[in-house]
DNA sequence: AACCCGGGGCT
DNA sequence: AGCCCAGGGTT
């Protein structure tokens, strides 16, 4: 019976590849990192813990999803918790945007399925703050469904493992490329063991910086190890000039200002202060200026306003009026 | 494709 | 002082 040969996106025999993946799992059983989200087969405490983790480091996600879980035990009750709350609980995480989000998630799936998260890609990447790469964790992690997951760690594996210049192992590649090479690898059945695989050797092993290719169950097919091994002088790491000590420096070493100018280091100002108020408290607008930058002048009122506005509209805060003034409030 | 969005830890 | 991190949304 004539088959259709897809043509494999790698220079891997079918042979090669069953080793490659027998040697990646076999690691992973051995090396595999412990996360409590992993030891649970509920869809919610996934869904939150993929949502922390976008742009999160694992140790820093840890004890702020289990006090998430703890103080919003379901996705009903998430949905039903006042979105004042949910910010509260986002603290010390960035993006607070994701809060929200995850908050009009819950409030959604409650509302139209009854707290029932859906289990199809499409379904999953319509859902506000879920994108192609939450999505398909998502659909497999939390709902055991073959398909690929790519993040940063795991583009990165690929991309040496099958660079298409040796000599240049962190060549970028497309989505596209990741995603076919990661559809190649996937052995149907054991996704879910094989994206966590390929994630904890690109966190322990094939790291950004270094990798530790003596310890990689990979090596053997690896193209981008021979690089490694003689690393050749990166363009940007060339040793600085060397500094004569009394030549034409620095005018004056500043005190390492933190020039956090950046509209983003305001909103986190913002968003900190509205978090440390009472549940029903709120801001007067002629006070929040000076309450988050300590320079605050006249001439800063329309750029706040139009921040706050921003804000507003993104569902982060609310602005009202209170005995005919503007105050500033977390959102009921 | 480029830009915006926090914050902390690492080198 | 940059760089990095289980990305998503907007333009």
Known sequence: MPRVEIPSPF?????????????????????????????????????????????TQVERVEPKWRAFLKAFPSLNRLAQAPRRDVIVLWDGLGY???????????????????????????????LPGVGPYTASALACFAFGVD????????????????????????????KRRGATLAA????????????????????????????????????A???????????????????RSPSTPGGPRRLSRRPAVRFENSNRYYRGR??????????HESVPLSQLGRRIKADFTVADRAWLGKELRKMAREGLLEVRRKNGRSHVAMPS
């Not at 025999?13 to 595999?32: I, T």
């Not at 809060?99 to 890609?121: F, K, N, Y």
């Not at 690929?148 to 000599?167: C, G, H, K």
């Open 11 to 55: 220079h891997l025999s079918p042979g090669q590849l069953r080793r490659l993946r027998r040697r990646l799992l076999a690691w992973f059983a051995a090396n595999g990192r412990d996360m409590p989200w992993r030891r649970s087969r509920r869809p919610y405490p996934i869904l939150v813990s993929e949502i922390m983790l976008q742009q």
């Open 96 to 126: 607070n945007l994701r809060a929200v989000r995850l908050h009009l998630l819950a409030q959604r799936i409650s509302r139209e399925r009854h707290g029932r998260l859906p289990r199809t890609l499409e379904e999953l990447r319509a």
């Open 147 to 174: 398909t690929p997951v790519v993040d940063t760690n795991i583009e990165r594996v690929l991309r040496r493992l099958f660079a298409a210049d040796p000599s240049d192992p962190d060549a970028p590649i497309t």
């Open 184 to 219: 190649a690898l996937l052995p149907a059945g054991r996704s879910r063991d094989w994206n966590l695989a390929l994630m904890d050797l690109g966190a322990q092993v094939c790291a950004p910086r270094q990798p530790r290719c003596g310890a990689c169950p990979l090596a």
């Open 221 to 239: 097919w690896c193209t981008a190890r021979a690089a490694f091994a003689a690393p050749r002088r990166q363009a940007g790491s060339q040793p």
């Open 270 to 279: 913002i968003v900190k202060l509205l978090r440390s108020l009472a549940p």
